[in-house]
């Protein structure tokens, strides 16, 4: 049996920057700030997909002009592990492989993939694992951002077909509402 895993499975890609000569600020939902991102409704849904995935973080991700913008942010409680921000460089971190690729993504160890392992925020953050999926916009088919949950320690190998279905589906969600945020009038 071949034990490489499949497509969005932590397969090692040569997408490894949302770069494609687009203009991701122009992307954003109109009225967007990525100066003053709304609050508390999507950190709550970041700690809800945390939680479900058993997950010490949870973020909803819009790109902006310049760099990832979190909108939604779950950090860990009670913990030493270090706090996310609200945003960070497109050369951190995985979601900007998840736009190019547009579907869910898990790596179930990062350290398992050379082209994967130094990412900047497996050492920053100390991630182990990621599962995301893209936020599309069904009016314009572009991808707005991500969502994502992230974790300390390696998964096994088999939970993830569990996470690339949850966030696959909780993507889905948060993708239709901003749709509607967007629908041309």
């Known amino acids: 049996m071949n034990d490489t895993p499949g497509p969005g499975f932590g397969r090692p890609s040569a ?4 770069d494609q000569g687009l203009d991701w600020g122009a992307q954003l939902p109109a009225g967007f700030d990525p100066a003053a991102p709304p609050v508390g409704a999507l ?3 970041a700690r ?19 760099e990832q913008v979190f909108v939604g942010v779950a950090n860990p409680t009670g913990s030493d592990l270090p706090l996310l921000g609200r945003g960070m460089p497109y050369t951190h971190g995985f979601c900007p492989h998840v736009a190019v690729l547009r579907q869910p993504f898990v790596l179930y ?7 994967f392992a130094s990412n900047p925020v497996i050492d920053e953050f100390g ?6 999926a893209p936020l599309i916009d069904r009016h314009t ?4 951002g991500t969502i994502c949950v992230i974790g300390p320690e390696p998964l096994p190998r088999s939970a993830a077909r569990e996470h690339w279905q949850l966030v696959g589906h909780h993507a889905g969600l948060v993708g239709d509402a901003l749709s509607l945020r967007n629908a041309p009038q």
């Open 15 to 18: 997408l490894l920057t949302p």
């Open 43 to 45: 950190d709550a849904f």
């Open 48 to 66: 809800t997909l945390a939680d479900e995935a058993g997950a010490p973080y949870g973020i909803v991700n819009l790109f902006g002009e310049h």
């Open 109 to 115: 160890d990062t350290l398992a993939y050379a082209e």
């Open 127 to 132: 991630v182990r694992w990621y599962a995301g």
């Open 141 to 144: 088919n572009t991808v707005l």
